[in-house]
């Protein structure tokens, strides 16, 4: 009886293994995943935590690439303050100060860019942007993070009083992508499905 | 197009498997469901260790920041390792229980 669970379980295993990496499956879900909202002008850009840095002390490829798109809407005038945030552990400089310090060597200027390094999650890090911009009069925000997770970010920024945008606007269906890419997408669906449950238990959704 | 690149690739080496297990091994044809059952049981058992994996994880991660209150990431346990070593924890066990079975 055991045995033929375990076949089941494996069996199942194996063909969403096969189907997520040879079928659109992983693209499907996550695009039905992402909110959409017509791009526009905002108080601000805020720019989530995302990977941190290397033992260095460099912005690691996620957390740079997320950088790039908040300074990217800035420099298009969506906004005219840009609020980094970012893990605060790092013994050669933390993510927060490194991002400050890429988005003033990009020519944003210095007064335009804030930090906010206290979150450790993304409900502190709504928590945090509502004490920041909330006495600047700042209520709506463009908000760029991963596209799984953005629905669990916007949920938690509009609870904590701001008008919400991705920053990808309307999100776009892709059909293409190795079946490594794929399986990395499912698992960050998977991972997003899993801390979503843990927000609703917690309370914070 | 690499996706079907890489289907057609595993398709050729299993034909050449299966010309080889039968013409130079002597393998029977009729045997291929079985190993087919025994790849998904100990598929299955692969995705039972990752699940007990993941939920101790997270239990320890809750625990650290509930009760210890030391801020530890989830994302410790977003690692490609983690799989990795739920299949050999799972080869193990299975042929562990193999050899019980075949005394």
Redesign the interface.
């Known amino acids: 009886m055991a045995e033929r669970a375990l076949r089941a379980v494996g069996a199942v295993g194996i063909g969403l293994l096969l189907a997520i990496g040879f079928s659109p499956l992983a693209n499907v879900v996550s695009y039905w995943m992402a909110p959409s909202r017509a791009l526009g002008p905002a108080g601000a850009i805020v720019v989530l935590g995302r990977g941190g840095v290397t033992d260095r002390g460099e912005l690691n490829g996620a957390s740079l690439l997320g950088l790039m798109e908040g300074v990217d809407l800035y420099r298009r005038g969506l906004a005219p303050l840009l609020l980094v945030s970012g893990s605060p552990f790092g013994a050669h400089g933390t993510e927060v100060e490194r991002r400050a310090d890429v988005s003033r060597e990009c020519g944003i200027p210095g007064q335009a860019v804030l930090t906010l390094s206290s979150a450790r999650t993304t409900h502190d890090e709504a928590l945090g942007a509502r004490g920041i911009l909330g006495p600047l009069g700042v209520r709506r925000v463009i908000l760029v993070t991963d596209g799984q997770a953005m629905a669990r970010a916007m949920a938690l920024f509009e609870r904590a009083g701001f008008d919400v945008i991705p920053s990808y606007g309307t999100p776009v269906l892709e059909w293409g992508g190795t079946p490594e890419a794929r399986l990395g997408v499912m698992k960050r669906v998977v991972i997003e499905a899993v801390a979503r449950l843990y927000y609703r238990l917690a309370g914070y959704l | 197009m690499?996706?079907l690149f890489?289907?057609v690739v595993v398709a050729l080496t299993s034909m050449g498997a299966c010309a080889v297990g039968i013409r130079r091994l002597g393998l029977r044809a009729d045997r291929l469901r079985a190993a087919i059952?025994s790849?998904?049981?100990?598929?299955?058992?692969?995705?039972?260790f990752l699940a007990l994996n993941v939920a101790l994880g997270l239990a320890a991660v809750f625990l650290a920041r509930g009760v210890l209150r030391v801020?530890v990431?989830?994302y410790v346990l977003?690692d490609a390792y983690l799989p990795l070593l739920s299949v050999i924890q799972a080869v193990i066990f299975e042929s562990w229980r193999g050899q019980r079975a075949a005394r």
């Open positions: 690499k996706p890489l289907l059952a790849t998904c049981q100990l598929a299955g058992m692969a995705i039972v801020f990431s989830v977003n």
